[in-house]
């Protein structure tokens, strides 16, 4: 019954490489976002879709691609893998102004 | 343009005590504050969520409060217990065009000693 899923949990790559992390809600959530969190530990917005379409797009490299095929899913595409891609993505609903998020995708780039 | 910060950035306390994380916000329209903790390795956890015309909000040991006008925001942990150890993390959202997006501050690393 988890709320926010994402898999997978960890995800090991060398440069260069294209990658997708999934994202699943089953809240009924009609916003969900990516964020990124850093070797500092701070966490930074990337994306927002509200019901499968765009609303935020921070200043992020046009090689990261989200995808949304449905309100319960927001899929995020890595080009090209560079090193500084290191760091754990965490997807996150929202509803009624509360964010709910997920365990988090810890990617490493080699 | 949004800016969150924590004070202090790390705490280590004795068990029983009762502290208070800092969170300071620059812009004041703000929609809602969340509360989150994070474990290391792990995902967020929603801890208290205040909107922006409430002052207060309690969940068991925790009582968050926020002064909108000055921008800030205070999570009192009561009775601190070694499960208490994570990282404290705060976000506001903002009103209007910014109410889809999340500013984190950097969090509190709090450690509860036994």
Known sequence: DTAVSQTPKYLVTQMGNDKSIKCEQNLGHDTMYWYKQDSKKFLKIMFSYNNKELIINETVPNRFSPKSPDKAHLNLHINSLELGDSAVYFCASRYDGEQYFGPGTRLTVT | ?114
């Open chain 2, 1 to 114: 343009k949004q800016e969150v910060t924590q004070i202090p950035a790390a705490l280590s306390v004795p068990e029983g005590e009762n502290l208070v994380l800092n969170c300071s916000f620059t812009d004041s329209a703000i929609y809602n504050l969340q509360w989150f903790r994070q474990d290391p390795g792990k995902g967020l956890t929603s801890l208290l969520l205040i909107q922006s015309s409430q002052r207060e909000q309690t969940s068991g040991r925790l009582n968050a409060s926020l002064d909108k006008s000055s921008g800030r925001s205070t999570l009192y942990i009561a009775a601190s217990q070694p499960g208490d150890s994570a990282t404290y993390l705060c976000a506001v959202r903002g009103s209007g065009g910014s109410n889809y997006k999340l500013t984190f501050g950097k969090g509190t690393l709090l450690t509860v000693n036994p």
